[in-house]
């Protein structure tokens, strides 16, 4: 398969319209027919379900989509970082969570910059759940991520906080003057069955939100607002106090899994400022 033919079926797969896709591919609408007919005929399978009205994805389609997202995500990461390493003063990108990791980063990066082979580090913050998909797209090349909260599934990585050393709870953060405001603790079963604050929805790596009844969020201020107008809950690292207002209640939820700091980094990386980097991370 090409890397055109590709980007035409995933054009076709998430606008599930063949006019629309041709708008956003800026080509005529005939040749990227034929573009799909053909990879179609290629693999041997019927990728998209096409009526007079609508298209449609079939179960082969679904696979597709994912594993083309993935393929030309790669094809990105590679040219991004072939060009970063032929730059005059190469360095390392390290994304993290705007807000997060407050204590742990800049401890990071001085005891880093005191290394004798030390290269610049270019901190990329970001918003919730953004740092996988800067790892997998070339854009960062070392990421602070926090289970459960983040993905770490096909990225090599290391535990800088275990249950070993420190352990971070999660809390429950609710309007100011909800009725469970006033307890001193709740378990998870209790935040599951809350009917009247729905939890919200982030988005997934791939920029898609999941179904469900919360609001769609980008970034703890906006969460932060809803909570106060007493649209949605959140269940968020205990760290985050110090980024609410007086208009929310924080519950300790004891029964939630801790919340654990860990470096990632893609698993084909060769880099020695990236292993240097994780070794002093993990040292700290």
């Not at 759940?129 to 854009?139: K, S, Y």
Request: proline letters at 8%; charged letters at 25%.
């Amino acid at each position: 398969m090409e890397t055109r033919e590709l980007r035409y079926f995933v054009a076709v797969a998430e606008e599930l319209h063949f006019g629309r896709a041709a708008q956003r591919l800026a080509i005529a609408q005939p040749p990227l027919s034929r573009a799909i007919q053909q990879l179609e005929r290629r693999l041997g399978v019927v990728l998209l379900h096409r009526t007079t009205r609508a298209i449609a994805l079939t179960e082969a389609g679904s696979v597709l989509l994912r594993e083309a997202r993935a393929a030309l995500d790669a094809v990105e990461a590679a040219e991004r970082r072939t060009r970063r390493a032929a730059a005059d003063r190469p360095g390392v990108v390290l994304a993290t969570k705007a807000g997060a990791s407050s204590e742990l980063l800049p401890k990071l990066l001085n005891a880093y910059a005191a290394e004798p082979d030390s290269v610049t580090v270019e901190v990329l913050l970001c918003g919730p759940g953004e740092q996988e998909r800067l790892l997998r797209d070339g854009r960062a090349d070392v990421a602070l991520l926090h289970r459960p909260f983040d993905t770490t599934a096909g990225l090599d990585t290391e535990d800088l906080y275990t249950e070993d050393l420190y352990t971070e709870q999660q809390i429950l953060v609710l309007p100011a003057g909800h009725p469970l405001a006033t307890r001193s603790h709740i378990s998870s079963a209790e935040v599951a069955a809350l009917t009247d604050l729905p939890l919200p929805r982030w988005p997934r790596p791939d920029g898609s939100y999941p179904d469900g009844p919360g609001p769609q969020v980008r970034d703890h201020t906006q969460l932060a607002q809803l909570i106060a107008l007493g649209r949605a809950c959140a269940m968020l690292p205990e760290s985050a106090r110090t980024h609410l207002r007086e208009g929310h209640a924080l519950i300790p939820v004891p029964d939630a899994p801790a919340v654990t700091t860990v470096i990632a980094w893609p698993p084909h990386s060769r880099s020695r400022a990236v292993a240097d980097l994780v070794r002093t991370a993990t040292r700290l």
